[in-house]
């Protein structure tokens, strides 16, 4: 039984502040188990000494088989290996990372941050997918996408609404609310009213009527990329920090902390407590982060969790919220997808503990969006919804940045006010979620391959973890790779997700028919079975 | 000012300032929204004059949509696209929406140049574009220098989250307002010696708020500031095809194929919310000649993606060439009138607007009618015009203007019955000051609302009155 010990103070901690692109993620993967695993024998020595040392030959490596880069920026420890095939990229990205600096012309250390090609393996598998897209009939041995967190199960139900409502068209009527000089003109960049008094309805009811909200308390932006941004630009300044369980969306990397200037401290969830986040866990990363002299502004969680589908308890959320109300901090609940939930469990919001406790609720803020509930992403449409005025007052400034677009407010007030349909979307979706979820987990328990406890979401967190060579981030890697190019499938890794257990993906389900089922279920098989023969 | 507890938890763009909604530009939009006038309802209400928006051509819009149901997916025709184009949210827009785009902009410069559909990068309108173009090419504390008088909410736009400062580069009437070399070079040379980092240059063409198109020679040599002091130009070309007579619009995309410039300093930012009059539809184009803008600026763009029916609505409807070209024609047609009628009407007062050939709106000349040629003065005249003349016009100093007495005034946000009553309000109202100024008394007036910049007290007013509130819509509620 061990006290948690300070960090040392290594070159790996060091490279962590300056980098905030998740080198030290990196680091603390390698750290961690080694530590465990050298404590007993002259444990703090060895157990900094090895891991610096594994460090620097790591670096030496990349270095050797990285082509020059630009700039001053400390290379991130790649999660690449050296198997990993030469990814192709198009002209004009492969070009940038020279022309930032070698030209005279100078752009922003924000765009040459962003011209290096993207380590992640989120994004790099998400480019594959759309160079290689799998299709039944024109391309069948195409890379098939479970890397992509949408819905695609209940789209028939809303055609089938929009032929029957089609005098709520664009352009349906002559005069009134529908005609072009309705929409046209500017809007309210917050949302209009009506729209608001709409999705206020809309949340209650798909977080089974158990809370309702207040249209008067909510923000209304292109998407939940823009409310979570702008969220972050309200509550913290450059150099801040928001504490994030672990694993986590790897959108949040870019939508919390690219132009905002913001630091995601990864607070790590283990398999143990199916990844439910700590408060010791969390009061340790809180301290971590204060000694070295960053100032924590709020912790962000994603209830229902993405990437594991599993919901926060009532227990928890009190928890959170006593800490956040300790540490004075706030908290941001990203309740996106509370309306796909297909497990027995019940959905708690942070509304619905704030609505019993008669506390201080100027530190809650929930975002929400369609994306993912109406399976409706390319509209963009996201919510901020927050008990605090003047975060609300400051939002609706910001919204002039990221408006909803008039005639998809317009199309979508009918729609959404619509609660007898949107009960029976509801209920149908859970139904399909449900039926691809059982089939998918079941055909990977064929496979001997378990997933995390999970009621909620459009994947699943599955434990490859005895398919993989070695049980370490590069294993974790290798496992990816030969997924994406051997057996044809793109699903998330658990190090893009910054998980601290190797072996964890996710795979989203939903964009699935049962047939591709059968097939991503064989593909996996056969790199599985040839993991199996070479382990 | 002390931040009440509650603000403490919040940062420092959450508190500070440079939203710019504490400014005279947007105080003239409140008492607009306290008293909007109405032909029925409220003829003795505040007429909105103060918003460029183009209401003149919502017909041809409307008979368009009405004509091509396949267009909108919400139709029985369309609605079988439903499900590719609601589930489409590639930061890349669909290609058809980037070739449409590219279409429009070409046929707005006369097709005297074309522009790649692969440049084009989404945000969220010409407000989002700015932000986005700022963000790609300043780092915080960096500057760009602006020529004045220009746009209120470029500061906004440009430098509230970027940390990007403006350095206005004033112009006066004493050259009509034009922008010159040597004062661009006076700007930075002073930027230079504050030891602060002029990043680029941006400049609106045609101009807001004075309505004029930059000349060939203007723009050469802007073009070549730029490119000696390696700097960059953000051209804002928002009201290019809202030009209604000569002299006629050169695009900065022009000028670089005419001269020797590296194309990695021009960017134009564009949108469909003045030319097509659709501010609702929030459309921002960010188009540079610079592939890491285009490439970061993609990515930026899920901070502001148009909506995908949005897109696809567009998108045919700006590939139809016959209606894009009757469109473009008929709007400078219906803007010539409009723009006529007005400044004839202040011509018979006697009042007299810096002549112009682009925009949506004059910039009208009220200098004799300042007591004195002080800020105070114009002040003072514009609180008597919102309060007692009742007309939302925008002052000069809004835009940063040195030079006191000039105000802008839209003129296309509304119908003729409406100009004719607020140019009949102007009359009367010039003729009282005719008859005030031989009196000779002291402007005495119980003013609501004081000169000094402080904070509108926001429990008091929804902050929903910061939005543009287009006077169309709140006319039928």
Known sequence: ?535 | MALSKNQQLLSKIATNDRHGENSPYFDGWKAYDKNPYHPIDNCEGVIQMGLAENQLCFDLIQKWIRRNPKASICTAEGVHEFKNIAIFQDYNGFKEFRQAVANFMGKARGGRVTYDPNRIVMSGGATGANETVMFCLANPGDAFLVPSPCYPAFDRDCGWRTGVQLIPVNCDSSNNFLITKAALEAAYERAQQDHINVKGLIIANPSNPLGTVLDRDTLRSLVSFINEKKIHLVSDEIYAASVFSTPSFVSVSEIIEEMECDRDLIHIVYSLSKDMGLPGFRVGIVYSYNDAVVNCGRKMSSFGLVSSQTQHLLASMLSDDEFVDNFLKENSKRLAKRHSMFTKGLEKVGIACLKSSAGLFVWMDLRRLLKEQTLESEMNLWRVIINEVKLNVSPGSSFHCSEPGWFRVCFANMDDDTVEVALERIRVFVEKQQVKSKRKFQNNLNLKLSCTPRRYDESVMSPHMMSPRSPLVRART
């Open chain 1, 1 to 535: 039984m061990t006290r948690p010990r300070p960090r040392p103070r290594t070159p790996e901690s060091e490279s962590e502040t300056r980098n905030p692109t998740g080198g030290g993620a990196t680091a603390m993967r390698l750290i961690v188990p080694l530590q465990g695993v050298v404590q007993g024998r002259g444990g703090l020595i060895l157990g900094s000494l090895i891991p610096c040392a594994l460090f620097y030959f790591f670096q030496l490596y990349l270095k050797r088989h990285r082509s020059p880069k630009p700039g001053s920026n400390p290379t991130s420890p790649s999660q690449s290996s050296s198997n990993l095939p030469d990814l192709q990229r198009s002209s004009s990205r492969s070009n940038l990372s020279s022309r930032g600096s070698i030209g005279p012309v100078q752009v922003s250390s924000r765009a040459s941050s962003i011209a290096r090609p993207n380590d992640s393996p989120y994004y790099i598998g998400l480019d594959r997918v759309s160079e290689d897209p799998y299709h039944r009939l024109d391309n069948p041995n195409g890379i098939i996408q479970l890397g992509l967190s949408e819905n695609r199960l209940c789209f028939d139900l809303i055609e089938k609404w929009l032929s029957e409502n089609t005098k709520d068209s664009v352009m349906g009527r002559d005069g009134g609310d529908l005609s072009i000089s309705g929409i046209a003109p500017y809007q309210p960049s917050d949302g209009l009213v009506e729209f608001k008094v709409a999705m206020a309805d809309f949340m209650s009811q798909v977080m089974g009527r158990a809370v309702s909200f207040d249209p008067s308390q909510m923000v209304l932006t292109a998407g939940a990329t823009p409310a979570l941004e702008i969220l972050c630009f309200c509550l913290a300044d450059p150099g801040n920090a928001f504490l994030v369980p672990t694993p986590y969306y790897p959108g949040f990397d870019r939508d919390m902390k690219w132009r905002t200037g913001v630091e995601l401290i990864p607070v790590h969830c283990r398999s143990t407590d199916n990844f439910i986040i700590s408060i010791t866990a969390l009061d340790q990363a809180f301290n971590q982060t204060r000694k070295r002299g960053i100032k924590v502004r709020g912790i962000l969680i994603s209830n229902p969790s993405n990437p594991v589908g599993n919901l926060l308890p009532r227990e928890t959320l009190y928890n959170l919220l006593d800490f956040a109300r300790e540490k004075n901090i706030h908290i941001v609940s990203d309740e996106i997808f509370a309306g796909s939930m297909y497990g027995s469990e019940e959905f708690v919001s942070m509304a619905e503990i704030l609505d019993m406790e008669d506390i201080d609720k100027n530190r809650i803020h929930i975002v929400y969006g369609l994306s993912k509930d109406l399976a409706l992403p390319g509209f963009r449409v996201g919510v901020i919804y927050s008990f605090n005025e003047s975060v609300l007052v400051a939002a609706k400034k910001l919204t002039r940045f990221s408006s909803i677009s008039a005639p998809t407010q317009r199309l979508l007030i009918s729609m959404v006010s619509d609660t007898r349909f949107i009960q029976e979307y509801i209920e149908t979706n859970k139904k399909r979620i449900r039926e691809m979820h059982d089939l998918f987990v079941e055909g990977l328990k064929q496979l001997g391959i378990k997933c995390a406890q999970s009621c909620a979401g459009l994947y699943c967190w599955a434990d490859m973890s005895g398919l993989i060579s070695s049980y370490s981030e590069k294993g974790e890697l290798e496992l990816w790779d030969k997924l994406l190019n051997i057996a044809k499938i793109n699903v998330t890794p658990g190090s893009a997700c910054h998980c601290i257990e190797p072996g964890w993906f996710r795979c989203c389900f939903t964009t699935l028919s049962q047939e591709d089922v059968v097939i991503v279920i064989e593909r996996i098989r056969k790199v599985a079975e040839t993991c199996k023969i070479l382990s």
